[in-house]
């Protein structure tokens, strides 16, 4: 900064003053110093800045260690919250922890390492976020827990999409149908997306009249590829066939081709938390009831930001409705099945 300052021609207070903006400075002196910073490269001591109480200009984006970044639909999440956070002269840090964990993130905080924190995968009963409060970090979920009254959030309304699946499928004339769910351990641990897809799908079909079969498959291709073969054998009354994720729809179709069912002539496939690319990328293209995963992200970035600027008027808490993207594996139910 003494650089900085001698190459401007100014003090080295009027520097700091003029890159944080704590006190007014006239256009040409920012100008000169701004110059100055980038002739010489400059690069401001985050550390400093944090125990100087200023930002940093990090967020930290927690996903616990026992989830897979390699789903498609949590990519996207992640890379729209990285790119909101860009535009609004912010960084992204992926920070992993165990499940319930928060000892790092709060160590970061406690460093004036970042200004606040996203949390993914948010459980029903969220041991990080009550830790993470006490601690004073600035939180933003991208889910729910099962008391969000007071906290900031931006999650799937499960219940809304769950009834349009459920819907769309009465319509068509489907009696018996079924949902590969994500594996046992998900519903253990209580994440609450997968909760509320469940047991919404269960009420929304009690309520028309319709018979579900729930079954857990491990997430990937070859696991849900078994579990819907060995579903159809158990209940060869099933017409349709909901799936929750990318990997799901990929397997519950490679089944049903494995076992010479047509989709959709004699079983209609529909995906739930299915990324738009992935949906139009497989054959036959697939039915989705879902939103673009990209809004869960950025939204949840720039109410974070938003909060820490004093931009916004109170407590952010959006709940996204998916939409039905009919495509090629939905069709009227099968006359006699």
């Known amino acids: ?195 509320r897809i469940h047991d919404s799908l269960v009420t929304s079909a009690e309520q028309h009249g319709l018979r579900l079969t729930s079954a857990c498959a491990e997430r990937n291709v070859a696991a849900s590829t078994r579990t819907v073969t060995d579903l159809m054998a158990a209940e060869p009354d099933v017409t349709a066939v909901l799936a929750l994720d990318d990997s799901a729809i990929a397997g519950v179709l490679n089944g049903l081709r494995s076992i010479h069912c047509s989709v959709p002539a004699d079983v209609s496939v529909i995906g739930l938390l299915v990324s738009p690319q992935v949906a139009e990328m497989a054959w036959p293209k697939v039915t989705t009831v879902s939103h673009d995963p990209r809004d869960l992200g950025r939204l949840a970035a720039l109410a974070m930001i938003d909060a820490l600027d004093g931009a916004s008027a109170g407590t952010i808490q959006v709940l996204l409705p998916s939409e039905l993207a009919r495509r090629s594996t939905t069709a009227p139910a099968p006359v006699g099945r």
């Open 1 to 195: 900064m003494n650089d900085v300052a001698r190459l401007a021609g100014v003090s080295v207070s009027t520097v700091s003053y003029a890159l944080s903006g704590v006190r007014p400075i006239s256009e040409a002196t920012r100008d000169r110093v701004r110059w100055a910073v980038e002739q010489l490269d400059y690069q401001p001591n985050l550390m400093a800045r944090g125990l100087a109480g200023q930002r940093t200009g990090f967020l930290a984006l927690l996903l616990p260690t026992d989830e897979s970044p390699a789903d498609p639909f949590m990519i996207e999440i992640i890379v729209a919250a990285a790119e909101a956070a860009r535009e609004r002269d912010y960084h992204l840090l992926l920070w992993t922890e165990p499940a319930g964990e928060s000892a790092g993130v709060k160590d970061l905080m406690r460093r004036g390492l970042i200004d606040g924190a996203l949390l993914l995968s948010v459980r029903l009963r969220e041991d990080r976020v009550s830790a993470l409060r006490k601690a004073n970090v600035p939180l933003t979920l991208i889910g729910r827990t099962q008391d969000p009254v007071d906290g900031q959030f931006v999650d799937s309304d499960a219940e809304q999409a769950a009834e349009l699946a459920i819907a769309h499928l009465c319509e068509l004339g489907h009696r018996s149908v079924a949902y590969i769910g994500p594996p046992r351990s998900a519903y253990e641990d209580g994440i609450g997306i997968v909760i």
